[in-house]
Structures are given as C-alpha cells and as structure tokens.
C-alpha cells in the first residue's frame, strides 16, 4: 500500500525528557531522571546550571539532541545567575560573567556536537541582541533555547516522515542504545520512522541491544517502546550479529552522536559492530539524526573525541560479579564510515551512501 | 627469540574447577561453583548425578572440556546408584536401570558436543567390560572419566604449546567468554596458550569481553587471568569491533563449544561478531578447543543445536533496569563459519583455515 507520509498524522511521543517551566527570571528546567528508569519517573527541577552539567555528566538527560537543548537552557540559568547577581552589570561585563560558564556547559560531555553547538548559537544570538542589556540578553537566550527546543521536536518529525517511507515494507529492526524520544523533545531519531510506521498499521517488530554497559536499551528503548504499544524483544549485545545472521533482520536503524562532514558516524559503543554485520549480510545499516548533530566542523570520524568512562563498565551489575582490580577500556562511543552507512535520515530528507557532496547537497537544499 | 614450546615448561593452571576424591564405591566429585565467582570460591560435593547434573543446568559448571568430564563423573555416581540399590542385578537388567539416567546426564545442555560424547564413550567402555558385573562395571566407567579428566588436562598443555607457537610475537589479544582454566582440568582452551606466552615472559595483554548475559569475561576471565598474573582490560562487548577497528587487538582467540566436520564453530553469543571485525581489519581469528570438542558427526554449523536461555537476559543486573514485561531473544551460542576461522589450534596441532579435509587429516594424524 502506498503511503502519504509528508501528511500522515503522526503519534504523540510516548514520553518527554525535558521541560522548561516559566520565563526567564522565575522559569525553571525540569528533567527525567534517565538514570532511574525503567523502575522510576523521577523529575528533576533546575533552577542553577551547575546541577544541569551535573546531570549532564551522570547522564540523567542523555542523547545528542536532548543535551543540546538542556545546555542550551543550562545557559538560560547561567545568565539569570549573573544577571539577578548584578543587575547594573554592562554588556561586556556581562560576557565576561557568562563565558566562563557558558564553557563549563559546553564541555560537559565531548562527543555529541549538539552541547557545544547549541551553546554557540545561544551566544551567537546574546551577542546579536539590538543594544541589549543583561536582562534582554537572557530573554534571548530563552528565546534561543525554545526555538531550539520547538526545532528539534519538529526535526523528529521530519525524520519520522523520511525514514518511514524509505523504510516502508521492512517490517523487522534491530536499534541500539536509546535513540528515542528520551534523546529529543519529539519522537526521537532512530525510533521515530518506527513509531510512525506502527502508528501507520505496520506490523512491524523491534529488536533492542541492550547496550552494556549503561543498558539504555533494556532501561530505554524497551521502556519507551512499549509505553508506544511497539512490540520489542530484548537481546544481549553479542547475539546482534547471530540474529542478522539467521535473517531476523531488515535494517539495522540507530541514531548518532557526531556525524562528520564526510558522514563518518559516531554513536554508542557497539554502533560499528552492528555496521559490520549488516554490510556483511546485505540489509540496510540506517542512521538517522537531525541536522543538528552534523558537524560540517568535523572533516572525518577520526576528528571526533570519544568519551572515556572507565568506571561505567561495573555498573548496573550485581557487584558479587566485579574480580577485584577491575582493569577496563571503556569507550562510550565508536566510529562507523560513512562508506557502511546506507541511508543518513534527517529532516530535510534522506541521504543515500552519504559522502562529503551529498551531506553539502542536503545542507544546500531549502528546508 | 626462537622458543622450544614443545619442551618449555608451562605453568600450573591458577584453578582447577572440578576434582572426584576416592574409588566408585565411596567417592564423591567437586565442583566449584562458577554462579558465585569472582566473590566466593565454593565448592560443591555431588554424591548423586542428578544433582551434577541440576549444576550442569544452572552453570556451576560450564565449559565444553569440563561438562563432558563432569557428565562422565556423573555417570558413575549414577551407576553406583542403581549397583547399591540393587547388588545382584545382572548386566542387562544394570544397563537397562543405567541408561534413562545416562540420557538425563546426555541432554542437561544440548550445544557443547562434550557432554552427550563423555556419556556415550562411558557406555562404550561398560558395555565393553568383559564379563563385567554391575561392581566391575561401575569401576570402569569411573576409569573412563578419570582417564577423560586426565584427557583434557593433557590436552590443555598441547593446546598451550602450539597456539603459543602460533601466535608468538602477537602481544595483544582479545578474548570471548571464559575458555580457561575454568573450562577444563588443565589450563584452559583459549586462554592456555596466552598462559604460555606469559610464562614464558612475553609481555602480554589480554582484553576480555565481559560477556553478556551472563558476564563469563568480566566473572570468570579476568579474575583467573589475575590470578594467573596475566594483566586484563575488561571491555563491554560492544566495545570490541571499535578495538580492533583502532589498531589494539593482535589476534582474537576464543574457545568452541562444538566443531563441526566442516570446522564451523558453535561458541558463546558474541563470537560470530567478533569474527566478522577480525576478517574486515585483518587480525587473525583464532579458535582452541581439544579434540573431543569437535564433532565430526555434526556436518556443519548449521546442524549445531543452540540453546535458548530467555530467562538469563535479565541475570545479573539491578533488577530496577529491568521494564515490566520484558521479552527476549537469548540464544546463549552462534555459529560462525569456518572461512572466518585463521586457526583452529588442538592438542595435535594447528589447522590453519580449517575445512572437512584438514580436519579430517588432523584427526589421521598420529598423536
């Protein structure tokens, strides 16, 4: 059957991580507590961007575009803090206040490009602002964060729409980590063609990686796909190419950290294996993200830093099972070529073996 | 240096997982209860099979080498047994009481071949006894599981040496689930010749998969491999393509649970995985395992039964990360094909790109 999906209703998310409560002076950020499902749904009230980068940093909000827009609000409370601190305070002062913690913001987490972009284009936007003062600037900067926020929940539109009818007629998928509507305010990346596709009466069937060591698919994807009524069936990491192998698998569909100029991909420990497989056995290897998390910025996957967490790899265990002296190399991402990826799905459209042309050709096309 | 690995003395394994104390009639066996390393070493003592074989079941006791010498053990506490019960019972009469017992001990787990082979060469011997009577019998079999122990332990040592020869020169490996000490009576399949290596004063490094579900790698390698002295980095599973990928790992090597005549191998979920990243960057992949694990009956890896393990997805993990009605795909084994296979190094040598041929010559080849 054949699809409208540019005008196809699409479901609600089944769940939101984030949201800003307010106006500048008075708002306040609430967060999911991530860290704490499936078992809780915890929120966190922010009013100081310190606690923000702290929850950055523990990864009680966590995905690319989602961190994006937390930073960007994190900023928001950063200039209320110097504002309501020193109200006379002139504009370059007032800069001079915000950098430092701007920076702070901006580095809590390395891989994903969308924390220190969204910080960029905050201060972009502070800095534009017509003879501003303290108090205009950090109405901006909510303004920004909103605009932000309003974007990248649009984007997972977008990405359920391209993704869905480029996706259309496979029925079973295999995701890794949680590239959901826990990573964004709208449907999510990776998870947003398939919850159109179901919503649509596709019987479609859902494996998640359970993705060691922070279990995002078993605490996340399981969670937030049943709460969408999608059928999903966890499985260990290592039984990913065995369950390829056996032909249970149409397309393998995640989202990503950092994709690169030339659309090398960095996303969860774990991604590239999955890229491997699928190559080798013929099914689609499909990344999908919003514009946000290109970065023209980045020439290759080699240029993207890859965060370190030595100490996630005990976590979540039962501790009877850590040898004492646990040694460990612990990587919270990889990187996967571009030449692997068949399709990059975004917002404006869906890129096909992407490459340094075809991302500028996206860049390049109206919205 | 040039080694005579043929005549180097090896090291003694760091453990041993199973021992059998006195004669048939008063003896019990031994088993170290794997479930509960690395926190606690406890051991458990069997006087009746089916409780060695309910430990076989829940994995007290796993590894192919040591399920087989368990399973022929078991068989003769099960033929004590049915002797005791009945002392003037004739040999038909012994048999036909010794045989539904035998096919309990056969299928406690259906993949490793060892298991099914140690109970069957037990039954050949009894039935070979000549003019045996249920006492004479039972004596036999349980000669056969000694010489079966003594057997692997052996096998361990030329395993040791021609991998060590093998791979000599390669300092950094990487490894799958726990295919050491723990797995037989000697120093191990995959990891026996990385013990060489080490004794002999290579500077070697070992990663270990942790191995999810049930975290054989981070329980059982790391700490054997410690307490061997042999330094271990511990990586999430899905860590080990983005490894290999950057230039860290010089060889994989792994155990088997089965060999088919094809030399396609049965192992723990994961291993297929890590054949497919070795091919595509080049690294030898390497697989050890005694003779007695491979089964020339079984054609190819296709015809190798794997077992499911539904309920182990959520074993060892905060229950708190566990979603309500979770559902699994959980084989505990895959299959990967004898064209990914670099070497496949038994006590009698090393078979390079293993195929029926080959190991039908190394099976005529003279001890």
Redesign the interface.
């Known amino acids: 059957m054949t699809e409208d999906w540019a005008s196809r209703a699409l479901p609600a998310p089944p769940i939101t991580p984030l949201r800003w409560r307010g106006g500048w002076r008075d708002g306040a950020l609430e967060l999911l507590d991530q860290t704490?499902l499936?078992?809780?749904e915890t929120w966190l009230t922010h009013r100081a961007y310190t606690t923000v980068v702290d929850d950055i940093v523990r990864l009680a909000v966590r995905g690319a575009p989602v961190i994006g827009i937390a930073g960007a609000y994190a900023l928001v409370l950063a200039a209320r803090e110097v504002t309501l601190a020193e109200p006379a305070i002139d504009v370059p002062t007032f800069f001079e206040r915000l950098t430092p913690r701007a920076e702070r913001i901006a580095t809590a987490r390395p891989t994903a490009v969308n924390l220190g972009a969204a910080v960029r284009a905050g201060l972009r936007a502070a800095r534009a602002c017509p003879g501003g003062n303290p108090e205009q600037i950090t109405d901006v900067l909510l303004e920004a964060a909103m605009h932000l926020d309003a974007y990248e929940r649009e984007a997972c539109e977008g990405i359920a729409r391209h993704g869905a009818a480029w996706l259309d007629g496979r029925t079973r998928f295999l995701t890794?980590c949680n590239a959901g509507a826990l990573v964004t305010t709208g449907l999510g990346t990776a998870l947003a063609p398939l919850y159109a596709l179901h919503a649509a009466g596709r019987e479609i069937q859902v494996?998640a990686?359970?993705?060691?060591?922070l279990?995002q698919g078993?605490?996340l994807t399981?969670?937030e796909l049943?709460r969408g009524g999608v059928?999903?069936?966890?499985?260990?990491?290592?039984?990913?190419?065995?369950?390829i192998?056996e032909g249970?698998v149409d397309a393998v569909i995640v989202g990503a950290d950092r994709v690169s100029a030339s659309g090398d991909v960095a996303n969860?420990?774990?991604?590239?294996?999955l890229a491997?497989?699928a190559d080798?056995h013929g099914i689609p290897f499909v990344v999908a993200a919003p514009l946000t998390t290109i970065d023209r910025g980045t020439v290759a996957g080699a240029d993207i830093p890859i965060e370190q967490r030595p100490d996630d790899?005990?976590r979540?265990?039962?501790p009877?099972?850590?040898?004492?002296?646990?040694?460990?190399?612990?990587?919270a991402f990889?990187?996967t070529p571009a030449a692997l990826v068949s399709a990059l799905v975004t917002e404006r459209g869906v890129v096909e073996r992407p490459d340094a042309t075809r991302i500028e050709t996206l860049f390049a096309t109206a919205p």
Chains 1, 2 share one sequence.
């Open positions: 704490r499936p078992r809780d890794h494996y990686d359970e993705t060691r060591p279990l078993l605490r399981a969670y049943a059928p999903v069936q966890v499985i260990a990491d290592g039984a990913a190419a065995g369950l192998a249970h969860k420990v774990g991604t590239y294996g491997l497989a080798r790899v005990g979540y265990v039962d009877a099972c850590l040898p004492s002296g646990l040694e460990t190399w612990a990587p990889d990187r």
